[in-house]
């Protein structure tokens, strides 16, 4: 069992920076961030897979978010910029065990708590 801590988030004005945090406490094969509205279904954003350092995002991000990781740490980072108040919503970290790339949510095993991100107008 992995469980995944995750960090950062917060109130931030529309074209402003956040970073978000995740640790694992065990290996994966990828780790990523999805996010939520109320009454939408949980979106992928961002997905880093560990063995080849591939990097996959969603369009809505592409270009504003960075997704990175310290392998020492075993942690993942979402860097975000130049936010909107459309990505604001819960933004949960997620990691998978599966050997190929997925952004559906039913790839991924392990779930962190989730955390707020709000971007004001």
């Known amino acids: 069992q992995v469980q995944l801590v995750e960090s950062g988030g917060g109130l931030v004005q529309a074209g402003g920076s956040l970073r978000l945090s995740c640790a694992a406490s065990?290996?994966?094969?990828?780790m990523g961030w999805f996010r939520q509205v109320p009454g939408k279904e949980r979106e992928f954003v961002a997905v880093i897979r560990w063995k080849t350092n591939n990097t996959y995002y969603a369009d809505s991000v592409k270009g504003r978010f960075t997704i990175s990781r310290d392998n020492a740490k075993n942690t993942v980072f979402l860097q975000m910029n130049s936010l909107k108040p459309e990505d604001t919503a819960v933004y949960s970290c997620a990691a998978t065990s599966r050997t190929y790339y997925t952004s559906s949510t039913r790839g991924y095993d392990y779930w962190g708590q989730g955390t707020q991100v709000t971007v004001s107008s």
């Open positions: 065990g290996s994966t094969s990828g």
